[in-house]
């Protein structure tokens, strides 16, 4: 079962007579279903808790080969609380899967696509280069933002 309708609970407005209800509200618990979307995820969830993935792939792989298994390349996102589905990391593991050894998962090329957020590679190479700061979506409801008649 990949998607089910839930109840999710709303406080009324005062006027309206009843307190609180809950309101029927489709899920869809599949996830993403295209790569870059999943990266576009993973990205927003890195930016806002400052995790270093990179580090934490890279205790599994003592001769930095920049490939780990499938296994212990999930388990270390999972251990980082990504908020994930199952069809997410599959599909992850399938994008990142290493043609040569297809048990193992290229986490460098991963890491690689990750870190963008942070900082460019070969900075120091074009001094001049100007960097673009990634912006995670805020957590706040955009329905309760005032607009200037408002204020």
Same mark, same amino acid.
């Given at each position: 079962?990949?998607?089910?309708?839930?109840?999710? $609970? =709303? =406080? %009324?407005?005062?006027? !309206?007579?009843?307190? !609180?209800? $809950?309101?029927?509200? $489709?899920? /869809? &618990?599949?996830?993403?279903?295209?790569?870059?979307? #999943?990266?576009?995820? =993973?990205?927003?969830?890195?930016?806002? %808790?400052?995790? *270093?993935?990179?580090? &934490?792939? @890279? /205790?599994?792989?003592?001769? *930095?080969?920049? !490939?780990?298994?499938?296994?212990?390349?999930?388990?270390? +996102?999972?251990?980082?609380? +990504?908020? +994930?589905?199952?069809?997410? $990391? @599959?599909? #992850?593991?399938?994008?990142?899967?290493?043609?040569?050894?297809?048990?193992?998962?290229?986490?460098?090329?991963?890491?690689? /696509?990750?870190?963008?957020?942070?900082?460019?590679?070969?900075?120091?190479?074009?001094?001049?280069?100007? #960097?673009?700061? &990634?912006?995670?979506? !805020?957590?706040? /409801?955009?329905? %309760?933002?005032?607009?200037?008649?408002?204020?």
């Amino acid at each position: 079962m990949n998607d089910c309708d839930v109840l999710r $609970y =709303i =406080i %009324n407005d005062p006027y !309206s007579g009843a307190k !609180s209800t $809950y309101i029927k509200v $489709y899920t /869809d &618990f599949s996830g993403s279903p295209e790569v870059e979307k #999943l990266v576009k995820k =993973i990205k927003e969830q890195v930016m806002r %808790n400052r995790i *270093r993935l990179g580090e &934490f792939l @890279q /205790d599994h792989d003592p001769l *930095r080969k920049g !490939s780990i298994e499938a296994t212990k390349f999930r388990t270390t +996102l999972y251990a980082q609380k +990504l908020q +994930l589905t199952k069809e997410e $990391y @599959q599909l #992850l593991e399938d994008h990142y899967r290493d043609p040569i050894d297809p048990i193992k998962i290229r986490y460098f090329d991963f890491n690689e /696509d990750i870190e963008r957020i942070f900082t460019q590679k070969d900075l120091e190479k074009c001094p001049g280069t100007t #960097l673009s700061k &990634f912006k995670a979506p !805020s957590i706040l /409801d955009p329905k %309760n933002v005032l607009t200037d008649e408002e204020e």
